[in-house]
């Protein structure tokens, strides 16, 4: 065999095996699993790595290029909390009408908990509280007041860590797992989950479907560092807010006696400016469709 020949045949070798792996990424893989039951990662990470395979034989730095930029993508889609890249993601209603959510997370908190209810009965409103469980430890009365007077609870993590999510699938587990293990034994099962700082990876996803849980996120935000900026959050909302929206709020504590006063001042504009807007508020349950927690 000549030298030709032998280039000609390891460049056959290199394509029988490329198409190999083509074969297994885009074709076997769909079949296992359905492809309707495949996540939009999944689905664009088989169309990239088959491209980037058969890509492999005639041009490997363009290969490893498009390799890379479905890695981009998937790091990017991470940060957008309304994406359902990795899974279905439930940030707004469908009910087509002048309604809207409100959430308050990373609570309970004293006082700022027990204002916020003050004021949401003012208005007889109900909300939804995403907390940790390390806060529901410190105040279990909070979370026991919170059911009492109608509102509901979501996990929100144990610890709140903010990079959580750049975490292993154990570590993950264990903070979902430990703030329902929390709630539970103060007799609630909740059913939503929402990530800390709205990041989401692909390791939620089995983690949800083990715990028998959803991922509920949100659609109308005002930036406020989890009430470190607390002025004009209520302008902030109201500019934006829409039909259908699911509203971010934080009931933590503000860093001063005065921005407190600013807090529960600027909800009490979201309050009122909602209503003069005629979007009326009803329970996060009712604007999803979902119940969000059982309580025993
Ligand atoms: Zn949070």
Do not use: W
Request: glycine residues 6%; contains cysteine.
């Amino acid at each position: 065999m000549g030298v030709l020949d032998s280039v000609k045949q390891r460049a056959y070798e290199k394509r029988c095996y490329t198409m190999h792996l083509t074969i297994q990424l885009s074709i076997r893989l769909p079949m296992k699993y359905k492809l309707s039951s495949l996540s939009p990662a999944q689905i664009t990470g088989i169309i990239f790595l088959s491209v980037a395979a058969i890509m492999f034989v005639y041009h490997s730095i363009l290969a490893a290029a498009i390799a890379f930029l479905y890695i981009i993508i998937c790091v990017v889609a991470s940060f957008f909390p309304r994406s359902n890249f990795y899974l279905p993601v439930i940030s707004r209603g469908k009910t087509g009408r002048s309604l809207v959510a409100l959430t308050f997370d990373d609570g309970p908190a004293l006082p700022t908990t027990t204002q916020i209810m003050d004021l949401l009965d003012k208005y007889s409103v109900k909300a939804t509280f995403f907390v940790s469980g390390v806060n529901a430890l410190s105040y279990p009365e909070i979370i026991r007041e919170i059911i009492a007077r109608g509102h509901t609870i979501g996990n929100h993590s144990f610890h709140h860590d903010p990079f959580v999510m750049l975490k292993s699938y154990h570590y993950l587990y264990q903070e979902i797992a430990g703030a329902q293990e929390v709630l539970r034994k103060m007799g609630i099962q909740t059913l939503a989950f929402r990530p800390p700082v709205g990041i989401i990876n692909p390791k939620l996803s089995p983690i949800l479907n083990k715990l028998e849980m959803f991922c509920v996120t949100f659609s109308c935000r005002a930036f406020d560092a989890g009430n470190r900026r607390v002025k004009n959050i209520g302008s902030k909302i109201l500019k934006k807010v829409k039909g259908d929206d699911i509203i971010l709020l934080h009931d933590v504590l503000p860093h001063s006696g005065e921005d407190s006063v600013i807090l529960l001042s600027e909800i009490e504009s979201i309050l009122q400016g909602l209503m003069i807007k005629g979007l009326k508020i009803v329970p996060l349950s009712d604007l999803i469709g979902r119940e969000l927690m059982k309580v025993e």
